[in-house]
């Protein structure tokens, strides 16, 4: 079992994601470095904070094949690069670094491991961010497209979160021609979209947002918002 995980800037919340699946997988994949329009300091995109380093900390050199980036990436460019470093065959967990999966973990590789479909979802919980009774918009729909500004730093503190619940594919077998195109959800093999087949309910992936920071969370804001006004949402 691979896992897969797109990282920028995580030091905050990369221990938690690692510690909540490394038992059970052989293989990590860690594709660093800042979306293409996302703010961000090198020209590379690279993580500027320990991330990398809390990563071979709880890795072993066997276990963690971390891909430094050679320039900022779209989404979908992340991806597929991630699809390129797992063998045909071979089954992974797709998670975000500021993410954890809880539940019975174990149980559950065991059974994707051995199961002949492509693509299995399991429970997410994530979280709107609330401001004064204001229930912000998840970019999927809206991204953020009427908070201009933005939320006043001095009130970044006063910010709550309102968990909300879905399914989302997280466990996928790699197949020839298996590739995302068009926004950084849509799996494909050729020109067939690719959906999860099962739910599993034993487990559950929960967004660690309490942990990332506002200052970090804004500059998400901007980043989705341009995509969103140039037409470039993926």
Not at 141 to 151: K, R, T
Not at 165 to 177: E, L
Not at 199 to 212: A, G, K, R, T
Request: aromatic share 12%.
């Amino acid at each position: 079992m691979y896992a897969v995980i797109r990282t920028f800037n995580n030091e905050k919340t990369i221990r938690e994601c690692l510690l909540s699946f490394l038992p059970y997988v052989d293989k990590v994949v860690i594709i660093d470095g800042a979306y293409e329009r996302f703010p961000h300091k090198l020209d590379s995109g690279a993580s500027t904070d320990e991330t990398k380093e809390i990563c071979h900390k709880l890795c072993s050199p066997e276990q963690l094949l971390w891909v430094d980036p050679e320039k900022p990436l779209t989404e979908i460019s992340k991806n597929n690069l991630m699809l390129e470093h797992i063998p045909v065959g071979e089954w992974s967990l797709w998670i975000d670094a500021d993410e954890i999966i809880e539940g019975e973990v174990a149980e559950v590789v065991r059974f994707v491991e051995t199961s002949a479909l492509q693509s299995i979802g399991i429970p997410i919980k994530n979280f709107h961010p609330i401001w004064h009774g204001y229930n912000i918009k998840y970019w999927n729909s809206h991204p953020y497209v009427d908070l201009d500004p933005p939320i006043p730093e001095e009130e970044w503190g006063n910010l709550a979160w309102k968990p909300y619940y879905g399914v989302s594919s997280r466990f996928k077998r790699r197949v020839p021609k298996l590739c995302f195109r068009g926004h950084h959800h849509r799996l494909y093999v050729g020109k067939k979209l690719i959906r999860y087949e099962v739910s599993l309910d034993n487990v559950i992936i929960v967004n660690n947002h309490e942990n990332v920071g506002w200052e970090r969370w804004h500059q998400k804001i901007r980043y989705k918002k341009e995509c969103y006004l140039k037409g470039e949402w993926r």
